[in-house]
């Protein structure tokens, strides 16, 4: 396939994918105009179009679906060089992107990110904090440190240590509670509330636990913490012992085509060792 040709039908996915012009071109980092000329120059050169424009947005006829299917198998195909080629490079120079979650971004990363930089001089470690999932398919990092029951297909990792939770509110406690909204309303924590606690009974949610401990110490509800956060907050109170039944493995995971890279397998086992060196912190906080 033509360079050009792989180009433009990159922007084709993006628009199939994000189902829109202006939502592909935020996905691409380009504007508006670069994503019309590119679907105008994909639809010219085939001679028929690919999208239906609708009020609602771009849609796909039936009939061009086998087209976006041929495009993400030449997409998969593209990026599993880029890593390969990625995977080669040297040892310890260039850099590293790590993704993990607030929680972990907040705490105990910076410091181990710290330690390994002053052992491995020309890295760079470059840290995402990041919530929801990032796409390490599509190399947006390079090792995810994610607290996870289990892990995808696609990524090979250790279970490092275990993140322990347990329930946190100001003085006086408002008897109130706060949910998990976002991606950790999949999370352990969360089916522990939703058992434990009735709807009626939690007057707010957040997205980030770095932001549910803001709200508990606000005075908003309780709000189940990883104890690394509310254990050393002195403007919250634990309410019983840790929460055995919401601990969860914390994860060191790079995708399967860059895990035996040699820059990519040692910072990732460096940064499994030294997160489990603290687990008794990452656990009860202390």
């Not at 907040?106 to 002053?118: F, M, N, Q, S, Y």
């Not at 089916?191 to 606000?218: H, I, K, Q």
């Not at 907050?233 to 055995?244: F, I, K, N, Q, T």
């Amino acid at each position: 396939m033509h360079k050009e040709n792989w180009d433009d039908l990159r922007f084709v996915l993006a628009v199939a994918e994000n189902g829109s012009v202006s939502a592909a071109a935020r996905a691409l980092g380009v504007n508006h105009a670069t994503v019309l000329r590119r679907i105008a120059a994909f639809e010219a050169r085939h001679g028929s179009p690919v999208f239906e424009r609708t009020a609602r947005g771009y849609t796909i006829p039936a009939d061009g679906l086998r087209l976006i299917e041929a495009a993400r198998e030449v997409e998969n195909a593209v990026l599993a060089v880029d890593r390969m080629i990625d995977g080669a490079k040297a040892p310890l120079r260039g850099v590293v992107r790590i993704t993990s979650t607030d929680t972990l971004c907040h705490t105990v990363l910076p410091r181990i990110l710290a330690e390994l930089a002053g052992e491995a001089e020309g890295l760079r470690l470059e840290l995402i904090c990041a919530n929801a999932h990032v796409d390490l398919a599509r190399m947006h990092a390079d090792i995810a440190v994610r607290p996870a029951l289990t892990l995808p297909d696609d990524l090979d990792g250790v279970a490092a240590a275990r993140l322990g939770f347990a329930v946190y509110a100001a003085r006086p406690d408002p008897g109130r509670w706060l949910g998990l909204s976002g991606p950790l309303a999949r999370s352990r924590p969360a089916e522990w509330l939703a058992e434990a606690v009735r709807p009626g009974a939690v007057a707010g949610s957040a997205d980030s636990f770095v932001t549910l401990r803001e709200m508990a110490a606000a005075g908003l509800g309780r709000a189940v913490l990883p104890c690394i956060l509310g254990e050393g907050d002195p403007r919250l109170e634990r309410h019983g012992a840790p929460l055995a039944e919401a601990e969860v493995p914390i994860w060191v995971a790079a995708h399967a085509d860059l895990a035996g890279a040699p820059r990519i397998r040692v910072v990732r086992d460096r940064l499994a060792t030294s997160l489990r060196a603290r687990e008794a912190e990452l656990l009860r906080g202390a």
